[in-house]
């Protein structure tokens, strides 16, 4: 059973003798090549389960993806993470590009992607049209804080009016979730969504980086997300 001895030492961060005591804690002998031949033989005992998981999470109705950076003996990698309803799968690599999300999700998948705004994520959108884009108000929110949270006047004044939309929002969509058939309550979460879309888009100050990045992130990809952020 090599998943055991692979778990012990990589994920319990045991060298090789350790998990020799552990396991015959457990009544179960084996010797240093034993535990050795586990440990080679642990990517081959996983391949077949990890590649189920794959090949489930192309079926799901949605996906959440994020990714984060990793150093493998000094080289950059990225950690992807694949989080569906009944599954999450991990997936390292040495590129942060739209063909890791091929190559985990495939060419044909074309329900719902949950994501930030990373540009990967807008590619793989792109090249799928039936593809659902949900982009995330968490990443958003950070950027929109870090903004509010300045003593430059006109990013501050930008952030805080974004901000206060966006917990408009939020409390009009809350209240649609407990009332779904409330025209009344539709018109005025469309009304609000689309004012936020305007002040982000139109109000930001010229000259102020910050406040542009949010514009270029509105323009590109909230359109193409018809507003169903996270």
């Known amino acids: 059973m090599p998943a055991l001895p692979a778990m012990l030492k990589f994920a319990g ?5 350790n998990p020799r005591g552990f396991l015959a804690a457990l009544g179960a002998k084996a010797g240093r ?17 990890v590649g189920q998981l794959r090949e489930a999470l192309r079926l799901q109705t949605r996906v959440n993806v994020d990714e984060t950076g990793n150093r493998e003996n000094g080289a950059p990698m990225w950690i992807w993470a694949f989080a569906a309803a009944t599954s999450t799968v991990l997936f390292i690599s040495a590129s942060r590009s739209c063909a890791v999300l091929e190559k985990v999700l495939g060419t044909g998948y074309s329900c719902a992607l949950g994501s930030d705004f990373h540009g990967a994520y807008t590619l793989f959108h792109e090249k799928r ?20 949270e300045s003593h430059v006047g006109e990013r501050r004044v930008y952030g ?7 917990d408009r929002l939020f409390r009009l969509h809350h209240r649609f979730r407990e009332d779904p058939y409330g025209i009344g309550l539709i018109c005025r979460l469309q009304a609000c969504a689309a004012e ?9 100050p010229e ?3 910050a406040c542009r990045k949010i514009v270029r992130r509105m323009r590109r990809q909230a359109p193409r997300a018809s507003l169903s952020f996270i």
């Open 196 to 204: 936020f879309l305007h002040h982000a888009i139109g109000c930001a």
């Open 207 to 209: 000259s102020d980086g």
């Open 129 to 148: 049209k039936d593809l659902a884009m949900r982009l995330c108000w968490a990443h958003l929110t950070r950027s929109l804080r870090d903004i509010a």
């Open 13 to 17: 961060h045991m060298s090789v003798g």
């Open 33 to 49: 090549g034993g535990v050795d031949e586990a440990l080679c033989r642990a990517p081959e005992s996983v391949g077949r389960p």
């Open 160 to 166: 805080l009016r974004l901000l206060e939309l966006k």
